[in-house]
Nanobody, 124 residues
Framework: QVQLVESGGGLVQAGGSLRLSCAASGLTFSRYAMGWFRQAPGKEREFVAAFSWWDGITKYADSVKGRFGISRMNTKNTVYLQMNNLKPEDTAVYYC?????????????????WGQGTQVTVSS
């Protein structure tokens, strides 16, 4: 059974940084496409960043380009989301997602496995 467990969320002031982690188990992590999504109150879940194990390609939402970075450590079965220069509009529950595919996935419907989410709150 695939399990994804996020951690690292919290309260931070605008301009600050956080690093989210997602620990995976029950899967061949090195062959999983991994992504991060977020959902703010009253809004739909939206794509943040994704990483393809097949070709190492990363993709980001325009709203986070240049501020966020996705990375993975296969030896620890963990994917990270480094978030810098945080803004109040980044406030949301952040979800880790995994998909047993070579290709990079940027829509939530493409992912089969999800974590429980971690809250990120950015104060102004």
């Amino acid at each position: 059974q695939v399990q994804l467990v996020e951690s690292g969320g919290g309260l931070v002031q605008a301009g600050g940084s956080l690093r989210l982690s997602c620990a995976a188990s029950g899967l061949t992590f090195s062959r999983y496409a991994m992504g991060w999504f977020r959902q703010a109150p009253g809004k739909e879940r939206e794509f943040v960043a994704a990483f393809s194990w097949w070709d190492g390609i990363t993709k980001y939402a325009d709203s986070v380009k240049g501020r966020f970075g996705i990375s993975r450590m296969n030896t620890k079965n963990t994917v990270y989301l480094q978030m810098n220069n945080l803004k109040p509009e980044d406030t949301a529950v952040y979800y880790c997602a995994g998909d047993n595919t070579k290709t990079i996935a940027t829509t939530w419907a493409e992912y089969d496995d999800w974590g429980q989410g971690t809250q990120v709150t950015v104060s102004s």
